[in-house]
């Protein structure tokens, strides 16, 4: 019988593969398979990781392909739901190169800024400041649409990190949004339960209709009391 990708990566992770003579057969999850909605998984309150699990070679090696997953995608955010394992896991970037065809104006409205590669395990939100902020969001495991949603301007998330020493993590802007999101997957979340549904519309149809217009324009056009 032919093996899954998903049983693949929950065996390797339960045997601790990750090195050795086995190695080269592990370059076959290098990029894993990202589950949509609909799938059971997204819908589960994952499991917090003990500092143990997150210091093991095989927590190490889900946090290197989840990371080339997400660089593959691409994403600024991925979260170990979204490969099919419950557990309370998710990596986030936001690289420069993402930012180059969007209008300044966009990412100031947005307060978007590069942020680096970093591993959040176990994390709360202590802390939501600010005011409630609305912009467009998709997701990787809801493909193809995209919404507006309102979530905090700034957040405080206690966490741990990929070496499972505790962080305490004070973001604003855009990075509290991905913070938000990716949180949420952890909690069986997803965006389009929060989002303003007159919004969702496919990705096409954001680039042609929304994507050049501000906020205030978009909630005019469609009648959202803003």
């Known amino acids: 019988m032919i093996q899954s990708r998903r049983e693949f990566v929950v065996e390797a992770l339960a045997t601790g593969i ?3 003579e086995q190695k080269d057969n592990l370059q076959i999850a290098t990029t894993l398979k990202i589950v949509q909605v609909g799938d059971a998984v997204l819908r589960s309150k994952a499991r917090q990781l003990s500092v143990e699990e997150v210091r093991s070679k095989g927590i190490q090696q889900l946090i290197e392909w989840m990371r080339h997953t997400m660089y593959d995608a691409p994403g600024v955010g991925l979260a170990a739901p979204q490969v099919g394992l419950p557990l309370q896991l998710a990596v986030i970037e936001d690289k420069d190169e993402y930012m180059r065809d969007v209008p ?9 800024e590069p942020v680096p590669f970093h591993v959040i395990v176990n994390p709360r939100i202590t802390k939501h400041g600010g005011h409630t902020v609305t912009f467009f969001e998709g997701c990787l495991s809801v493909n193809g649409f995209v919404a507006l949603v309102p979530r905090s301007r700034q957040v405080t998330v206690e966490c741990l990190d990929h070496r499972g020493e505790p962080q305490i993590i004070h973001a604003s802007g855009w990075h509290a949004r ?6 949420g997957h952890l909690r069986g979340e997803l965006y389009i339960d929060r989002m303003i549904s007159r919004s969702f519309c496919t990705v096409e149809a954001f680039t042609r209709n929304w994507k050049a217009k501000t906020i205030n324009e978009v909630q005019k056009a469609l009648d959202i009391k803003g």
């Open 104 to 112: 300044v104006e966009s990412l100031k409205e947005r307060e978007r």
């Open 18 to 20: 990750a090195m050795g």
């Open 178 to 183: 991905i913070l938000q999101h990716e949180i």
